[in-house]
């Protein structure tokens, strides 16, 4: 019943990398990750089509790249070059094709705290 679970947060120094994972029961088409840090609201970090259209906020263009992989039915966000101001929780938000029912059907993970500091 667990349609989307992520992993790979955690602390990091500036100027490090991480590679949030999002696992799907199933297809994945259209796709986003949020973040929201305290006090503020929760923003799109990056988002795709399922036509291939990327979106990126301009904070992290150059920096960010989504991807996925549709033989594991997960979905990534590569995070290169973080900055203090990247920490926040961050969630992954996906249509997940539902064989059952022959749709899609849009879902959130649970998130994952990145940290970046010294």
């Known amino acids: 019943q667990v349609h989307l679970v992520e992993s790979g947060g955690g602390l990091v120094q500036p100027g490090g990398s991480l590679r949030l994972s999002c696992g799907a029961s199933?297809?994945?088409?259209?796709m986003a990750w949020y973040r929201q840090a305290p006090g503020k609201q929760r923003e799109v970090v990056a988002s795709?089509?399922?036509?291939?259209?990327?979106f990126y906020t301009y904070s992290v263009k150059g920096r960010f790249t989504v991807s996925k992989d549709n033989t594991k039915n997960t979905m990534y966000l590569q995070m290169n070059s973080l900055k203090p101001e990247d920490t926040a929780i961050y969630y992954c938000n996906a249509n997940v094709w539902s064989s059952a029912i022959g749709v899609y059907r849009g879902y959130w993970g649970q998130g994952t705290q990145v940290t970046v500091s010294s």
């Open positions: 795709a089509t399922s036509g291939g259209g990327i």
């Open positions: 199933g297809s994945i088409g259209a």
